[in-house]
């Protein structure tokens, strides 16, 4: 009898502490509050400003997602190279601009995607050699750490342009301009902020979209009723306008083509 008055008592107190020895994190849907790991170096998508404030689509796409799950929101810089970690890590739940790769998709779950943007080029005004990438055969390309553009470039595409490593894409712009290499490559809207963020500089995106790329927001991939709530406010953002709203915010004047915003086809959350 003691026995099991035993073990019902600490049957008990595992339940009151969600779980003995179980490192399981909650869903979302659990939480009060969600952190949004955003770029902290893509003007347009996800800046940190000198007051230490974040601002770009995917920060107001992360709050649309927040309030429609009826959650706050607090934002966490999340550079290319660190998304994955601090996803399985659990320092962040969701995480903005992030391709859905299959490689990715092994280990992590995405929700959307929410936005189909393509792979493109930036170049300096008046550079009359690059009109698409094939034309990056023996030109600097720049290369950011963990972003994997250029692998799209130099593997998939077999284009045998010179990467240069740098490690953000202030440094790609810094580079660009006093002609340390000859071209940027990554998704349009980056390339977009990069030349709003730097008007006086003479830049071209020449909107030559050699690759779709589907933009997806990561999660742990043991949430699926978080990743599924993901989707569902991912999808009234399209129907009530707000992403079409957005993107003329952040992206009119940049030579970007906003005349077809597509509504992304969604995977599911697997």
Not at 8 to 34: F, R, Y
Not at 117 to 125: A, V
Not at 206 to 215: P, Q, S
Not at 252 to 269: K, M, N, R, W, Y
Request: include cysteine; proline fraction near 4%.
């Amino acid at each position: 009898m003691r026995t099991r008055l035993l073990v019902a008592l600490v049957l008990t107190a595992c339940t009151a502490l969600a779980g003995c020895g179980s490192d399981k994190e909650p869903s979302i849907m659990d939480k009060d509050t969600l952190v949004a790991g955003v770029r902290p170096d893509l003007p347009g998508l996800g800046l940190r400003r000198a007051d230490g404030q974040f601002e770009g689509l995917d920060v107001d796409v992360a709050r649309y997602v927040a309030g429609r799950l009826g959650k706050r929101v607090r934002f966490e810089p999340a550079l290319a190279a660190d998304r994955e970690r601090l996803l399985l890590d659990g320092k962040v739940d969701l995480v903005l601009t992030f391709w859905v790769e299959p490689e990715w998709k092994v280990r992590l779950a995405f929700a959307g995607p929410y936005y189909l943007s393509y792979q493109d080029i930036l170049i300096r005004s008046g550079e009359s050699g690059i009109r698409g990438v094939h034309d990056l055969k023996g030109r600097k390309l720049c290369d950011v750490a963990g972003s994997g553009a250029a692998d799209q470039v130099t593997r998939e595409r077999q284009v045998a342009a010179v990467r240069v490593p740098v490690a953000n894409y202030a440094q790609c712009v810094a580079k660009l301009q006093n002609g340390q290499i000859d071209a940027i490559t990554t998704n349009d809207t980056i390339l977009a902020g990069l030349k709003r963020q730097n008007p006086a500089a003479a830049f071209t995106l020449l909107n030559v979209r050699f690759g779709e790329r589907r933009t997806g927001i990561g999660m742990r991939p043991d949430d699926p009723d978080g990743c599924e709530a993901v989707n569902k406010a991912v999808t009234q953002m399209y129907q009530d306008g707000t992403m079409r709203r957005l993107m003329h915010k952040w992206f009119d004047g940049t030579g970007l083509d906003l005349s077809d915003i597509a509504v992304p086809q969604f995977e599911g959350c697997l």
